[in-house]
């Protein structure tokens, strides 16, 4: 028999109100103790992915499996192994962290016996020792999400789902919180499933990653994976506005005309337009310079600058996800 | 497992609800002002006109039950307040992911606001003996009026969760947590009897939960006459049974 993964979905649907569709077909594996990160536009499903992987509620349709057990059949023994940490505030502000973390372990069903030995763990695991017996309303925006994620560790999780974790949060906190997990990670060998909007996070802590837009995934792979997906190099072109072509009336006086060109060269991967720039994904940068060059200046665009970049998982993004691709349907 | 689950997170519930006031009891204490000026005013001053018949009780010692139960009843039925916050929040997904079933929660959150509501009649019992008001010299009579207080103040948590989950937002909920807590106390026997009122109110005061409560905790703390006790508890019970069971319905709802 295989080994059953961490986390997988399968044709996963979601419609709300028969109307508004979330997802739309989501197909996921992920593997045990790997750090997963979703990105996705705002409104693209993620959280409504999240939410149906913790079994807040149910897919339309299609199914979904945290360690082989699905998440609407089997919801109650799910509930016993996952962690969750929601975007928004999910401590009592009004108690102290300590209580919050009392609370949260009967809820959750610590027996007695490791009550204190887990919640010891949880603080130090996100580094609030000191700060316990505080009332949480004195605490920073980094010390709750730390608090919030400790809640989560009580249970010592197989998975822990975390939905946009360093939301809001000064490079210093979002740097704490993730140096935190990454220990607690280590020592435990925690599934991580996090959805987020920061590309550099997804890139310095995820093992893999997956692109979801429209309620769709549209890639998927190792940080490295994908941006090498996108060819070694990328080729920027900035335009100069006022000569620009005017034969058309595409976005910002690049003329769609000048995209196809460059797209029909052979050794050309991928070319997409955003504001007043082109990028031209390539492997080989010095010998397509000239040639683009001359198929643009044919086209009629006045070229004012042009810079050469690795592409970043921003550019990744952006191909993949970004509203102004026209590469989109491509797998 | 899933009755501990369940049991275990109801405790917890209370737990917190009890640590949370002994960090801030302000609220308990604010709250406490009104009920008492309707018994130290109102009481005192309709005692001395006597213009409700009743009978040998002095009026302020008839309506003692009844603002005792308004106190905790304004407890309850905000306290679905506190739901529509978390629902703002990330508190409830988070009951939600926890092992425990959705009912639990519903119900113990109720149990939780009864035990608030609980506390805050203590508060304003002690204020009632020293403005004369005398209370049946049992202590077993006492507590059992205050287990009714707490299974109906219960009852109305889970109706203002109930509201809660339809309501969805802070603004409309107020507007219907004021638009019903006096008619509440309006049309129940808590001011006047009920054959004072006109046929119609006497319908809705006979459906009114408030009413039985009145009469039972009435009979326990100031008449002593327990002969109607047993209809006014059951009453109450299905009252519970019933509103538990659709807030634990309805209580899907404001997840999505």
């Known amino acids: ?331 | 497992m899933t009755a501990k689950d369940s049991l275990r997170e109801m405790f917890a519930m209370i737990e917190l609800e009890m640590r949370r006031l002994r960090h801030d009891r302000t609220e308990i204490y604010t709250r406490a002002v009104q009920p008492i000026l309707w018994l130290a005013v109102f009481g005192t001053v309709m005692s001395e006109v006597r213009g409700i018949p009743t009978g040998d009780m002095p009026y302020i010692d008839y309506i003692t039950p009844g603002v005792l139960l308004q106190s905790t009843i304004f407890v309850s039925v905000f306290y679905g307040l506190t739901i529509v916050w978390e629902r703002e929040t990330g508190i409830l997904k988070r009951l939600l992911v926890a092992p425990a079933s959705r009912s639990a929660v519903v119900v113990g959150r109720s149990i939780a606001s009864g035990v608030r509501a609980v506390v805050q009649a203590l508060i304003i019992f002690p204020v009632a003996i020293l403005l004369g008001v005398r209370f049946v010299p049992n202590p077993l009579y006492i507590a059992a009026a205050f287990l009714v207080l707490f299974l109906v103040s219960g009852g109305f948590a889970a109706l203002s969760i109930f509201v809660a989950s339809l309501m969805k937002t802070r603004e409309r909920f107020m507007g219907l947590g004021q638009a019903l807590i006096m008619p509440l106390f309006f049309a129940s026997n808590a001011l006047y009897p009920i054959e004072l009122m006109p046929p119609a109110l006497q319908r809705i005061a006979v459906l009114n939960p408030l009413t039985y409560a009145v009469d039972a905790t009435r009979g326990l703390l100031i008449s002593g006459d327990l002969s109607g006790l047993a209809v006014d508890v059951f009453a109450i019970i299905v009252f519970d049974v019933a509103i538990f069971a659709v807030a634990s319905v309805s209580f899907r709802k404001i997840i999505e």
């Open chain 1, 1 to 331: 028999m295989k080994m059953a993964f961490a986390i997988e979905a399968r044709r996963l649907k979601k419609v709300y109100d028969g109307r508004t569709k979330a997802l739309d077909g989501v197909d996921l594996q992920v593997s045990p103790s790997e750090v997963f990160a979703l990105l996705g536009p705002n409104g693209s499903g993620k959280t409504t992915l999240m939410r149906i992987l913790t079994t807040q509620f149910g897919p339309t349709s299609g199914e979904a499996r945290n360690f082989g057990l699905d998440v609407v059949k089997s919801g109650r023994e799910v509930r016993r192994m996952i962690g969750y940490v929601p975007q928004e505030t999910s401590v009592w502000a009004d108690i102290s962290g300590f209580e919050n973390l009392l609370i949260y372990s009967k809820i959750y069903g610590v027996p007695s016996s490791r009550r204190r030995k887990n919640i010891q763990d949880a603080l130090s695991s996100m580094g609030l020792d000191e700060v316990a017996t505080r009332m949480v309303k004195t605490y920073s925006g980094g010390m709750v999400r730390r608090l919030e994620i400790a809640c989560a560790l009580l249970v010592k999780p197989k998975i822990l789902f975390l939905d946009e974790p360093t939301i809001g949060l000064d490079p210093s906190a979002r740097k704490a919180v993730w140096e935190n997990l990454t220990t607690f990670k280590k020592e435990y060998g925690t599934t991580v499933f996090f959805n987020t909007h920061y590309m550099d996070e997804a890139d310095l802590y995820s093992d893999e990653i997956a692109i979801i837009d429209r309620g769709k995934i549209v890639k998927s792979g190792t940080p490295s994976e994908l941006k090498h997906s996108l060819g070694s190099e990328i080729l920027r072109f900035h335009f100069n506005f006022n000569h620009a072509n005017s034969n058309h009336d595409g976005s910002d006086g690049i003329g769609e005309g000048a995209l196809v060109a460059v797209k029909s060269l052979g050794f050309v991967r991928d070319a997409v337009i955003s504001d007043s720039m082109l990028d031209v994904f390539v492997e080989d940068g010095e010998t397509a310079l000239p040639k683009i060059v001359e198929a643009l200046i044919t086209e009629g665009a006045s070229i004012e600058r042009i810079s050469a970049a690795r592409p970043t998982l921003d550019d990744v993004f952006l191909r993949y996800a970004g509203n102004i691709s026209f590469g989109r349907g491509g797998g």
